[in-house]
């Protein structure tokens, strides 16, 4: 299996689709009306992405012209002083930390734990293994806010308020990446794993040496929207974290909304460093977006 | 039967212990505490204990008009973000989709480059948009000669406002998905179809989007799944209001457990709103699978 056989994506997506744009010319088109399609197109395409355009115009232009009619489409005079006072103002720093150590970690330990346990429930049969299964499946079909205030009462009597670890360690393995892992090394060649099992490696090692390496794109998948859906993760941090200091950046953001109500230069500054990761990750991997919504799709 | 379990215990214990930490951690953070919603929204839950007090609850809860009022807004919401979201994308797939390959992927990345953006960055850009006196879109409209709005700050514009900005960031997935699907719809139907003198029209209503039906589904139960639980948005920009205008059930969720410290009607709204999502979406299975064309 490599990069260019998707084959779980082709194989459990709902309708069997294939994952490369196919192009196909369907029906006669004029030139009016391929000129029609690119207008509409290229309309959306602005919709969709001016308010990110607008996010970095508002933070790098001064305060008054912020506040000023007309809008002016391009900073002018471009400035920093949002920025600077964006770190007088606020624990900025701490914030990027809080988040870059708690969607790491959630990334890699989902990576870690997400792939033994869907190891062990794609190629072992063993007494139980329906059950585990099936406690997976229906926890994945649980909206969150269903059990919100007893994880909330659990973590407080854990003593975890306030800290880091009410955010990480309830997710440190979510069904879901279990159920994504599973999925997607049933197809994973069983000779390979007899082999090294010939070879005297014990369970551990055929996962780490021998599973792992092979089933890189699916843990990459894995990897980059756990890491996107925990950077951007905002109402459970909201409710376990308090202190200024301890808050991750989603929620630091919306304090500023809170405490400078109207000072949008300010918001928007905070606003590129909350983007400025996931725009890396996006651009490095974009491949790999467009591929895991296929792949996620199997989660239907 | 000891010797048996020790026996199993022996032939698989690796698997066992793979499993044991992933699934402990499942078990204690999303089952126990599937349990634990259940008991809290029968008991009341305070600092001094908690007495059982059956169906009390979920009454309360039934008779607030609060709760219908959010329950309205969240339906409001979602039939106004769901439909309108898979009209656009299917729109735009079809366009996208006789484009080349790269003008494709161009376009593909552009739609979706907004959804990872996390939802406070849209909403505090969103709301700079709607100021009514220093916003982009009053000043928009009144270049084209409209009355300028109140957006977010009146009742009767906030919801639709809030409707706008989720639809207008939020196709870039299905559009992803929709095009991957149309790439696997067989050729020679079309080709059949223009023999007997089918315009473009005619091709997409009669046999894009019937073949497309279990995607166009899954676009549906899942976008229901997420605009039911819309919180973020209503967070940063409104706080459900204005005159709870915008007040949405898993808002309402927020404000009965962490400001007003009523776990027991949190935890009963959860569970309620937890048995309408599984409702919802076997109706909605029902109802668009049935009929599904195969091909």
Do not use: C
């Given at each position: 299996?490599?990069?260019?056989q998707?084959?779980?994506a082709?194989?459990?997506?709902?309708s069997?689709?294939?994952?490369?744009?196919r192009t196909?010319?369907?029906?006669?088109?004029?030139s009016?009306?391929?000129?029609?399609?690119?207008?509409l197109?290229?309309l959306?395409?602005?919709?969709?992405?001016?308010?990110?355009?607008?996010?970095?115009?508002?933070a790098?232009?001064?305060?008054?012209?912020v506040?000023?009619?007309?809008?002016?489409?391009?900073?002018?005079?471009?400035?920093?002083?949002?920025f600077?006072?964006?770190?007088?103002?606020s624990?900025?720093f701490?914030?990027?930390?809080?988040?870059?150590?708690?969607?790491?970690?959630?990334?890699l330990?989902n990576?870690?734990?997400?792939?033994?346990a869907g190891y062990?429930?794609?190629?072992?049969r063993?007494?139980?293994a329906?059950?585990?299964?099936w406690?997976?499946?229906?926890?994945?079909?649980?909206?969150g806010?269903?059990?919100?205030v007893?994880?909330?009462?659990?973590v407080?009597?854990?003593?975890w308020?306030?800290?880091?670890?009410?955010?990480?360690?309830p997710d440190?393995?979510?069904?879901f990446?279990?159920?994504?892992?599973?999925?997607?090394l049933?197809?994973?060649?069983?000779?390979?794993?007899?082999?090294?099992?010939l070879?005297?490696?014990g369970?551990?090692r055929?996962?780490?040496?021998?599973v792992m390496?092979?089933?890189?794109?699916?843990?990459a998948v894995?990897?980059?929207f756990t890491f996107?859906d925990?950077w951007?993760?905002?109402f459970?941090?909201?409710?376990?974290?308090?202190?200024?200091e301890?808050?991750?950046?989603?929620v630091?953001l919306?304090?500023?909304r809170?405490q400078?109500?109207?000072?949008f230069g300010l918001?928007n500054a905070?606003?590129v460093f909350?983007?400025?990761?996931?725009?890396?990750v996006f651009f490095?991997?974009?491949?790999?977006?467009?591929?895991?919504i296929t792949?996620?799709a199997?989660?239907? | 039967?000891v010797?048996?379990?020790?026996?199993t215990?022996?032939?698989h214990?690796e698997?066992?212990?793979?499993?044991?930490?992933?699934?402990?951690?499942?078990?204690?953070f999303?089952?126990?505490?599937?349990g634990?919603?259940?008991?809290?929204?029968?008991?009341r839950?305070g600092p001094?204990?908690?007495?059982?007090?059956?169906?009390?609850?979920?009454?309360a809860?039934?008779?607030?008009?609060?709760?219908?009022?959010?329950?309205f807004?969240?339906?409001?919401?979602s039939v106004?973000?769901?439909?309108?979201?898979?009209?656009?994308?299917?729109g735009?797939?079809?366009?996208?989709?006789n484009?080349?390959?790269?003008?494709?992927?161009?376009?593909?990345a552009?739609?979706?480059l907004?959804?990872?953006?996390?939802g406070?960055v849209?909403s505090?850009v969103?709301?700079?948009m709607?100021d009514?006196v220093?916003?982009?879109?009053?000043?928009?409209f009144?270049?084209?000669?409209?009355?300028p709005?109140?957006?977010?700050?009146?009742?009767k514009?906030?919801?639709?406002?809030l409707?706008?900005?989720?639809?207008?960031?939020g196709?870039?997935?299905s559009?992803?998905?929709?095009?991957?699907?149309?790439?696997?719809?067989?050729?020679?139907?079309?080709?059949?179809a223009?023999?007997?003198?089918?315009?473009?029209?005619?091709?997409?209503?009669?046999?894009?989007?019937?073949?497309?039906?279990?995607?166009?589904?899954y676009l549906?139960?899942?976008?229901?799944i997420g605009?039911?639980?819309?919180?973020?948005?209503?967070y940063?920009?409104?706080s459900?209001?204005?005159?709870?205008?915008?007040?949405t059930?898993?808002?309402?969720?927020?404000?009965?457990?962490?400001?007003m410290?009523?776990?027991s009607?949190?935890?009963?709204?959860?569970?309620?709103?937890?048995v309408?999502l599984?409702?919802?979406?076997a109706l909605?299975?029902?109802?668009?699978?049935r009929?599904?064309v195969?091909?």
């Amino acid at each position: 299996m490599n990069d260019s056989q998707p084959a779980l994506a082709a194989s459990r997506n709902p309708s069997g689709a294939a994952l490369e744009p196919r192009t196909r010319r369907r029906g006669r088109r004029t030139s009016a009306t391929r000129v029609i399609a690119f207008l509409l197109l290229t309309l959306w395409a602005l919709v969709s992405l001016f308010p990110l355009y607008w996010v970095f115009v508002t933070a790098l232009s001064p305060p008054s012209v912020v506040m000023s009619t007309p809008p002016r489409l391009i900073p002018d005079p471009p400035t920093l002083v949002n920025f600077v006072r964006l770190f007088g103002r606020s624990q900025i720093f701490g914030w990027l930390a809080n988040s870059a150590i708690v969607s790491v970690t959630v990334a890699l330990s989902n990576i870690l734990l997400g792939t033994m346990a869907g190891y062990v429930l794609a190629k072992k049969r063993f007494p139980g293994a329906s059950i585990a299964f099936w406690i997976v499946i229906l926890t994945m079909m649980i909206p969150g806010q269903a059990t919100l205030v007893p994880m909330y009462l659990l973590v407080n009597k854990l003593g975890w308020l306030d800290s880091l670890r009410a955010v990480i360690v309830p997710d440190l393995v979510i069904a879901f990446s279990i159920f994504l892992m599973k999925q997607y090394l049933t197809s994973f060649p069983t000779e390979m794993i007899e082999a090294a099992k010939l070879d005297g490696a014990g369970e551990l090692r055929i996962l780490l040496q021998v599973v792992m390496p092979v089933a890189k794109p699916g843990i990459a998948v894995l990897g980059i929207f756990t890491f996107v859906d925990y950077w951007n993760g905002f109402f459970w941090p909201l409710l376990v974290l308090s202190s200024s200091e301890n808050l991750t950046i989603q929620v630091g953001l919306s304090t500023l909304r809170f405490q400078f109500t109207t000072d949008f230069g300010l918001w928007n500054a905070g606003a590129v460093f909350a983007m400025i990761p996931v725009f890396i990750v996006f651009f490095s991997f974009q491949r790999y977006f467009l591929r895991g919504i296929t792949i996620g799709a199997i989660k239907g | 039967m000891v010797s048996s379990m020790a026996e199993t215990w022996r032939r698989h214990r690796e698997a066992y212990l793979l499993l044991a930490l992933p699934l402990a951690i499942i078990v204690i953070f999303r089952v126990l505490t599937v349990g634990g919603a259940f008991w809290i929204s029968v008991v009341r839950y305070g600092p001094r204990g908690a007495p059982f007090v059956g169906l009390a609850n979920y009454a309360a809860t039934l008779q607030d008009d609060l709760f219908w009022r959010s329950m309205f807004n969240t339906l409001y919401y979602s039939v106004g973000v769901v439909p309108l979201g898979i009209a656009v994308s299917l729109g735009l797939s079809q366009l996208i989709f006789n484009l080349g390959r790269r003008t494709q992927m161009f376009y593909k990345a552009a739609f979706y480059l907004p959804m990872v953006v996390s939802g406070v960055v849209m909403s505090l850009v969103w709301l700079w948009m709607f100021d009514p006196v220093y916003g982009l879109l009053n000043w928009l409209f009144q270049q084209v000669g409209l009355e300028p709005l109140l957006w977010l700050r009146s009742p009767k514009t906030a919801m639709p406002s809030l409707i706008l900005m989720a639809v207008a960031t939020g196709q870039g997935a299905s559009i992803v998905l929709l095009t991957a699907s149309m790439g696997s719809i067989p050729d020679p139907l079309y080709e059949s179809a223009r023999v007997d003198g089918a315009n473009g029209w005619h091709e997409f209503r009669h046999i894009t989007v019937p073949l497309l039906r279990p995607t166009i589904l899954y676009l549906l139960i899942m976008g229901t799944i997420g605009s039911f639980q819309v919180f973020n948005s209503i967070y940063v920009m409104t706080s459900g209001g204005p005159y709870h205008a915008t007040e949405t059930a898993v808002y309402l969720l927020y404000t009965y457990a962490f400001q007003m410290l009523n776990f027991s009607r949190a935890s009963a709204i959860g569970v309620i709103l937890a048995v309408i999502l599984a409702l919802v979406s076997a109706l909605q299975y029902r109802f668009v699978a049935r009929g599904s064309v195969e091909y």
